[in-house]
């Protein structure tokens, strides 16, 4: 076993924290560790979390020199977070408040500083150096996902459209006190909605001031969605740089077609024709996220090649209009991108990827001459303990990008291209964390069951003494390609568990990004084999040390990570001392029929439990098949409206639990999908959390 420790890049430059109202506090202080403090600073608890100001990027002004973000704060009293928007100075300095009202979010900012922004539906301008806020649109029923076209006459935007008749109210309109859904097909539920037979769909219309002509429905009534259903957004279209035509990605199959497969493709549609035409024919994964060069002789989007493989290698397509070729210029790059931005000269495109732990900024050459077929270079540009959430844009000298860190929420900062370091322009929680008592976040390598370095993320205690003893928690991550990286989230937050005694240990075992792209598709197929190894491995490691307390170790996960808690389960031996399990996969037979991606089931399990090909994967890698070595306490979390993980898989991992008088308890969320998205549901969600872990660790 060998430790690294990997020192963080970013260099801190002062900047003016704007201060931020503090949201009401939850009445009942009951929470487990509200007290404790170490050497006079507060430990992070439930409620601290929740009070963070959640920062999120909207816009960079025209010169550079401000950034227009917005600060998410939530009120316990009223159960909902209010969303501001703030203008920075990127050299430094104090944040101003841009707008009064919550919850506006920028279309985009003109040269003269007229920001473009949406607020409850309708659009509205405002300058960046002053004056009053204008309504520009009155539009029944509100306006989403708005692109305007380079020129300002004509405006691109979503609208939902009953298409088909599901819903008995729809079907029978004498009948409007009923409720009843009626299907012929899949595709008839998805993540937390019943298909009602609406669809969202892409509309162009003459744009006057605020005054909207006519709109053209792009998809004519058809039964698809653009944008992508569920989260697809204004990243789905995007106008041609001559205002003629505009581009929009979309899944043209219905029914078991749409359910089994990720085959998006990105259509043009001319204005003056009326005619679309699919510019990606041919390619059979994804492909999302079109965007043109600044001068926009190229077209850049991002592409899978594998129709049903939701976790393949995602790569950078650039169409260059001259030569009317495209080239992949990150096929010979062993990753996968996360997004991209173009820079300002058109000359290159920085992205996002995940790299051995982290997520990091890269940067590739736009070749000059298309006929050569060339492989571009892909240089990493930054690195250290820090993830690079996004890129906001190029200014002079540098990138405007989020980050994080597992011990700090995201904010804003410039990443300096020579000084190759970030600097602060936001600091909305510097006051908050200035007050929390501090976690080590420490990188370590372990050999796994096969030979291969493993390496693992772990967090430790405030104050921590390799003198004491510490009970362990080994954090199973979902995906199952999902990376486990320095992201910061507001339920399984690590700083958090490390806060109230526990170390933590987040392996990056087999399947997640950022280790080659061999290393991510080994699970698909194999989810009970090696990843399960894997994590046995990094705990084993772990546990050799003097400092984890041995008999008390436990496993928590969510998603895939749920299934790893109940895989593990049954082949521990005796390692664990506690189980949490968040709407896992119990029953892969039971799952494969009720879950609606059906396209991930069949790829990442090898198909249905009737094949006969598949029968590892429903025998072997099934947790119920392994339920007569279950004795260890477990606590099982559901949600109500999880369509992805349904509703039978925790209840059946419940009911065997009790039936075989294991000490077990249901955690059951009614309105919740795959997520925990209510406050006060969180806190319910952190309680019960950390006092199952007292109870039983």
């Known amino acids: 076993m060998r430790k690294i420790s990997i020192l963080a890049a970013a260099l801190v430059v002062s900047a003016s924290v704007l201060a931020q109202r503090t949201p009401e506090k939850i009445i009942d202080k009951s929470l487990i560790t509200e007290k404790l403090t170490h050497l006079g600073k507060d430990v992070m608890t439930p409620e601290r979390l929740w009070e963070l100001g959640r920062v999120s990027a909207e816009g960079l002004s025209a010169d550079g020199k401000q950034v227009i973000y917005g600060v998410s704060q939530y009120s316990f009293g009223e159960n909902k977070s209010e969303k501001k928007l703030f203008v920075a100075p990127i050299s430094g300095g104090e944040a101003t408040p ?126 698809y969605y653009s944008p992508q259903a569920p989260f697809g957004g204004a990243e789905d279209f995007t106008w041609s740089p001559d205002g003629k035509a505009v581009l929009y990605v979309c899944k043209k199959k219905f029914g078991k077609d749409y359910a089994v497969s990720t085959n998006t493709d990105i259509y043009r549609y001319d204005l003056d024709s009326k005619t679309t035409t699919n ?49 992949n210029l990150t096929a010979h790059w062993d990753g996968t991108v996360n997004g991209f931005t173009w820079s300002k000269d058109g000359r290159k495109l920085y992205f996002t990827a995940p790299v051995r732990g982290t997520v990091q900024l890269f940067a590739v050459e736009i070749p000059s001459n298309f006929a050569q077929n060339s492989q571009p270079k892909v240089a990493q540009l930054s690195e250290g303990q820090f993830d690079i959430g996004g890129i906001v844009g190029e200014v002079d000298g540098g990138l405007i990008v989020t980050s994080t860190t597992m011990t700090r929420a995201a904010e804003i900062y410039k990443y300096d291209f020579q000084r190759k370091a970030l600097l602060s322009i936001t600091g909305v929680n510097d006051a908050a964390y200035e007050r929390i008592a501090e976690t080590k976040v420490e990188g370590r390598f372990t050999k796994a069951s096969d030979g291969a370095d493993l390496f693992s993320w772990v967090i430790y205690p405030p104050d921590f003494d390799p003198k004491k003893k510490y009970p362990t928690l080994l954090f199973c991550q979902g995906g199952p390609q999902s990376a486990t990286t320095l992201g910061y989230s507001y339920r399984w937050n690590f700083q958090l568990m490390a ?33 399960i190894r894997d994590y046995l491995s990094a705990i084993d490691d772990l546990a050799k040390e003097s400092y984890v307390d041995k008999e008390r170790i436990g496993a928590v996960g969510a998603s895939y990570g749920g299934y790893s808690v109940f895989m593990l389960a049954g082949v521990h031996e005796g390692r664990f001392k506690t189980f949490i399990s968040h709407c896992g996969l119990f029953d892969m037979t039971s799952w494969y029929g009720t879950t609606e991606e059906l396209f991930f089931a069949n790829y990442d399990l090898g198909g249905p439990y009737w094949d006969k090909k598949n029968s590892k994967t429903y025998t072997d890698f099934n947790p119920i098949k392994h339920i007569d070595k279950w004795n260890t306490p477990i606590m099982v979390i559901q949600g109500g409206k999880d369509f992805r993980v349904p509703i039978g898989q925790g209840l059946a991992a419940f009911q065997a639990a009790q039936l075989k008088n294991i000490k077990s308890r249901l955690v059951y969320l009614p309105e919740e999908n795959h997520w925990v998205l209510s406050g006060h549901n969180a806190q319910v969600w952190q309680r019960e959390f950390f006092g199952w872990l007292k109870e039983t660790l």
């Open 499 to 531: 806060s109230q005694g526990y170390i933590v240990i987040l392996p990056n075992r087999r399947g997640m990004p950022g280790w080659g792209v061999k290393w991510n598709e080994d699970i698909s197929k194999d989810w009970g084999g090696q990843a």
């Open 98 to 223: 841009f707008l009064q009202e919550s919850g506006g979010s920028v279309i985009e900012i003109a040269e003269n500083g007229d920001v473009i922004y949406l607020l409850k539906g309708q659009l509205w301008s405002k300058n960046l150096h002053g004056g009053e806020a204008k309504k520009l649109t009155d539009v029944e029923g509100g306006l989403e996902n708005v692109k305007l076209s380079p020129d300002k006459k004509q405006i691109l935007f979503s609208r939902s459209m009953l298409v088909k008749s599901y819903h008995s109210k729809d079907k029978y309109a004498d009948l409007d006190k009923s409720d009843v859904y009626v299907y012929d097909d899949l595709d008839y539920r998805h993540w937390d909605s019943f298909n009602d037979g609406r669809f969202n769909h892409p509309f162009v219309a003459s744009y006057d001031n605020g005054k909207i002509g006519e709109a053209i429905d792009l998809l004519k009534d058809e039964p």
């Open 279 to 327: 510019l990606t024919e041919g390619m059979n994964g994804y492909d999302t996220n079109p965007t043109y060069s600044p001068k926009g002789n190229h077209l850049a989007w991002l592409s899978m090649k594998t129709d049903g493989y939701e976790a393949d290698k995602n790569d950078i397509i650039v169409f260059d209009k001259a030569s009317s070729r495209r080239l």
